[in-house]
T-cell receptor, first 114, second 116 residues
Framework: AQSVTQLDSHVSVSEGTPVLLRCNYS??????LFWYVQHPNKGLQLLLK??????LVKGINGFEAEFKKSETSFHLTKPSAHMSDAAEYFC????????????FGAGTRLAVHP | GAVVSQHPSRVICKSGTSVKIECRSL??????MFWYRQFPKQSLMLMAT?????????EQGVEKDKFLINHASLTLSTLTVTSAHPEDSSFYIC????????????FGQGTRLTVV
């Protein structure tokens, strides 16, 4: 069965410092993995996706994630945090390898301080 | 990217009444849409998969008579919360995929439902 574990419910960083949001997955098949961002009372926006191509995936707004099969991880990183990055981030695995059914992690709330 | 529009963004209703939430794909046809529910400070939970022209598929534990889903056209799916109760208060989000384009799933803006 597929599942997603986001290891931190809250992460707090200073503006200009690196961001690391951790995600581990469990999947019986080669997974498709995604990171979504949600700003307060808004819908979700796709940051990036991994679909069995390059293991280092670059997304929007300077975010990137590396798929590590040996560690079953898909951590999200950004070299330098911006105040506008403060939001909720969800790591997501696809059940069917596409987008038909998505399993969401519990989410990580990122706070960015001046 | 494709746009999914959800309406209303916020609704307050009295216990016992029904509320309808609309999810529209604005520039593509979506044969399948998905409805999620999000409780405060929690993740999204898939409630049901809405299929155009056929019955929706509900996840385990979701009452189909409570949450009525209609997907009458390729651009519109509706979720009706019937006989709403305070415990139904939540954030409801729909999503759809553009089968003719990117495999990305596009999400609506969400609907904050408060039952008083």
């Amino acid at each position: 069965a597929q599942s997603v574990t986001q290891l931190d419910s809250h992460v707090s960083v200073s503006e200009g410092t690196p961001v690391l949001l951790r995600c581990n997955y469990s999947s019986s098949y080669s997974p498709s993995l995604f990171w979504y961002v949600q700003h307060p009372n808004k819908g979700l926006q796709l940051l990036l996706k991994y679909t069995s191509a390059a293991t280092l995936v670059k997304g929007i707004n300077g975010f990137e994630a590396e798929f590590k099969k040996s560690e079953t991880s898909f951590h999200l990183t950004k070299p330098s945090a911006h105040m506008s990055d403060a939001a909720e981030y969800f790591c997501v695995v696809s059940l069917s390898g596409g987008y038909n059914k998505l399993i969401f992690g519990a989410g990580t709330r990122l706070a960015v301080h001046p | 990217g494709a746009v999914v529009s959800q309406h209303p963004s916020r609704v307050i209703c009295k216990s016992g009444t029904s509320v309808k939430i609309e999810c529209r794909s604005l520039d593509f046809q979506a044969t399948t849409m998905f409805w999620y529910r999000q409780f405060p400070k929690q993740s999204l939970m898939l409630m049901a998969t809405s299929n155009e022209g056929s019955k929706a598929t509900y996840e385990q534990g979701v009452e189909k008579d409570k949450f009525l889903i209609n997907h009458a056209s390729l651009t519109l799916s509706t979720l009706t919360v019937t006989s709403a109760h305070p415990e139904d208060s939540s954030f409801y989000i729909c999503s759809a995929r553009d089968p003719g384009g990117s495999t990305e799933a596009f999400f609506g803006q969400g609907t904050r439902l408060t039952v008083v």
